[in-house]
């Protein structure tokens, strides 16, 4: 594993003051001489911001509750593919983005 690999895993918990000092020191010891690296955790701490942004608006109790009012079996997708066709694209593309909203929130809950 590369120096580069290793910060890059670490990247995350270092955005989320998750180290240790020594860790830390690590991190902004490479930083300072890997433009890479560098800017990757621009990108993260701007993907951070961004999400920390869009979900202000949205209160917390609906946060919590949304996803577990989506549907737990096939029935929506099938809904979606009985419709009238015009319609067909446009739900699914909300049932993916139902989808990309998910993994963002999995992924928050890991960060
Ligand atoms: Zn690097």
């Known amino acids: 594993m590369t ?3 290793r910060i890059s895993d ?3 918990d270092y955005i989320n003051r998750r180290l240790t000092q020594e860790q830390n020191g690590e991190i902004v010891s490479h930083l300072a001489v890997c ?3 560098r800017k990757e955790a621009a990108d993260l701490i701007r993907f951070k911001k961004l999400e920390q942004e869009r ?3 949205v209160p917390q109790e609906i946060v919590d509750t ?3 009012r989506i549907p737990k079996d096939d029935k929506f997708l099938d809904d979606i593919i009985d419709f009238r ?3 067909v694209v446009f739900n699914l593309i909300r049932y993916s983005l139902t989808a ?3 993994t963002i929130q999995l992924a928050q ?3």
């Open 3 to 5: 120096d580069c690999e």
């Open 10 to 12: 670490s990247l995350i």
């Open 35 to 37: 433009h890479s690296c």
């Open 55 to 57: 979900m202000a608006d």
């Open 66 to 68: 949304a996803f577990l």
């Open 85 to 87: 066709p015009y319609h």
């Open 100 to 102: 990309v909203n998910q």
């Open 109 to 111: 809950q890991a960060i």
